[in-house]
T-cell receptor
Framework: GAGVSQSPSNKVTEKGKDVELRCDPI?????LYWYRQRLGQGLEFLIY????????KSGLPSDRFSAERTGESVSTLTIQRTQQEDSAVYLC??????????FGNGTRLTVT | TQLLEQSPQFLSIQEGENLTVYCNSS?????LQWYRQEPGEGPVLLVT?????EVKKLKRLTFQFGDARKDSSLHITAAQPGDTGLYLC????????????FGTGTLLAVQP
């Protein structure tokens, strides 16, 4: 595809349920990033994958959050036992090893 | 923890006015990027500055990287309604990682 694709674009879930968010990066991009953005605010780093290196998980806010990436393609961000404070837009980006980040349009997660 | 503080947080101005947005940190970054984000979309890269003291111009936008590579500014001349959006600075740590730390954001509204 031409850009980074994220699905779903919107997700409403009940407190306590698990959710999976998907990111399809630009083909050939070795690096993939997940960020969280609360309304009108900056981006909070969650996790960074670079090639075959161990991912940088230093931004994951709790052990309820995890992410996987299959090779240099699709990534899924999983949030277990969702809480209301998890409500935010989750943004995925990809890049070449040293290039600028290309973002998807995000998944808006609402926990009721 | 590296933090990038942006000021002001919100800015509402009339078309034709000039404005400056600041991005400050106590940490040194190998490079700094500026992004603009519109509602419902991911951030889009505007510019990357790498050298301390570097100034880059993009039409009516002027970006400067501080001499010590800890801060940056974005100046917009004769703002237009199309400049409306969330402006984000992002610092790169350098080394083997391409991970970016994003600033707190400046929400700009340009009234016609």
């Amino acid at each position: 595809g031409a850009g980074v694709s994220q699905s779903p674009s919107n997700k409403v879930t009940e407190k306590g349920k698990d959710v999976e968010l998907r990111c399809d990066p630009i083909s050939g991009h070795t690096a993939l990033y997940w960020y969280r953005q609360r309304l009108g605010q900056g981006l909070e780093f969650l996790i960074y994958f670079q090639g075959n290196s161990a991912p940088d998980k230093s931004g994951l806010p709790s052990d309820r959050f995890s992410a996987e990436r299959t090779g240099e393609s699709v990534s899924t961000l999983t949030i277990q036992r969702t809480q209301q404070e998890d409500s935010a837009v989750y943004l995925c980006a990809s890049s070449l090893a040293r290039g600028p980040l290309h973002f998807g349009n995000g998944t808006r997660l609402t926990v009721t | 923890t590296q933090l990038l503080e942006q000021s002001p947080q919100f800015l509402s101005i009339q078309e034709g006015e000039n404005l400056t947005v600041y991005c400050n940190s106590s940490s040194v970054f190998s490079s700094l990027q500026w992004y603009r984000q519109e509602p419902g979309e991911g951030p889009v890269l505007l510019v990357t500055v790498v050298t301390g003291g570097e100034v880059k111009k993009l039409k009516r936008l002027t970006f400067q990287f501080g001499d010590a590579r800890k801060d940056s500014s974005l100046h917009i001349t004769a703002a237009q309604p199309g400049d409306t959006g969330l402006y984000l600075c992002a610092g790169a740590q350098g080394g083997a990682t391409n991970k970016l730390i994003f600033g707190t954001g400046t929400l700009l509204a340009v009234q016609p």
